[in-house]
């Protein structure tokens, strides 16, 4: 039991001894909690508490401990420390993760999908020919409306020769009557293809190409809406860039048309003697 009468000096020396783990702020609190209970019941110039005074800051300490006032030890404070840096740097590294997977995502090269395969002749044909041109060649346009229709005739028909066309762009017009080629689908390709070339002087020399282009849209069954959408359309024009670059890049091509016959390239318009001096030690080895 307490003494009565004890001073405010020795109430701080009895909670420095017998409280001394309780936080300094609790400590504060109670000594204000003696005071103002103190100025209440006696005279600011007495500092002497009285034992039911005492008793009760007493029962507020028991209180305060018994509610977790108690202060946190050094051990316990260094594994919050430590859970905190730990939670922290568990944040740093989903943050830092979850930037480097944004970064892949919007790097990743996204794969063009190709063009499906334009071909003329039976696919068990001896000798196969592959025919990189562009629409604004005249070389090119030369070797479609003329040479080709004999070769099929005389060889693809026989099923002797197998004709694979691939788009090879020259330039921004000629990229657009590829693209025009394509409107209507693999189905429509080669009767654009020869539609385009047997016009090609008339839209070629045109003021304006593309104009000349979409007229010859709009006679062969394409509207004007159609027309628009397809020269938007950057899925294809993707398709017919990635075409040419393999192109090039296969058979390092440096001019159009360049023809490959049975992996063997020509970079020029070959004519029908051409063809067939060509064409008559392959079939035949092919017999062989």
């Known amino acids: 039991m307490y003494k009565k009468g004890l001073s405010l000096g020795h109430i701080f020396l009895i ?4 409280k001394g783990d309780i936080k300094m ?12 209970m103190t100025t209440q019941s006696r005279a600011e110039s007495d500092l002497t508490l009285p034992e039911k005074v ?7 300490i028991a209180e305060i401990t018994s509610l977790g006032g108690e202060e946190k030890t050094s051990s316990d404070r260094a594994a919050q420390n430590q859970a ?3 939670t922290s740097e568990e944040k740093s590294t989903k943050k830092s993760a979850a930037a480097k997977k944004d970064k892949a995502n919007s790097t990743k090269k996204v794969e063009t999908k190709p063009l499906p395969e334009i071909a003329i002749g039976s696919k068990d044909a001896p000798v196969v020919m ?8 005249g070389h090119c346009a030369e070797f479609h409306t003329h040479i080709l229709p004999k070769i099929k005739e005389k060889y693809i028909d ?13 330039d921004q017009v000629s990229l657009k009557a590829h693209q025009l080629a394509w409107c209507k689908g693999e189905i429509k390709y080669l009767d654009f293809l020869k539609i385009i070339y047997e016009n090609q002087e008339k839209w070629l020399l045109d003021p304006d190409p593309i104009a000349a282009l979409k007229s010859i849209a709009l006679k062969n069954g394409i509207t004007g809406k159609q027309f628009e959408a397809c020269l938007k359309n950057n899925e294809l024009l993707d398709q017919i860039i990635s ?6 890049k296969k058979y390092n091509i440096t001019a159009t048309p360049t023809i490959i016959i049975n992996a063997k390239i020509y970079q020029k318009a070959l004519s029908m003697d051409e063809i067939d001096d060509i064409m008559k030690p392959l079939l035949a080895s092919s017999k062989k």
Not at 25 to 36: A, D, E, Q, T
Not at 54 to 60: L, M, Q
Not at 130 to 137: A, E
Not at 158 to 170: A, C, M, N, S, T
């Open 54 to 60: 005492f008793n009760t800051i007493v029962e507020k």
């Open 130 to 137: 592959i025919d990189y041109s562009s629409l604004s060649c």
């Open 25 to 36: 702020n609790y400590m504060i609190r109670i000594l204000i909690l003696f005071i103002i």
């Open 243 to 248: 075409m040419r670059l393999e192109g090039q």
């Open 84 to 86: 905190d840096k730990a």
């Open 15 to 18: 909670l420095l001894r017998d």
């Open 158 to 170: 026989e099923g002797q020769l197998r004709v694979i066309f691939r788009d090879y762009p020259g």
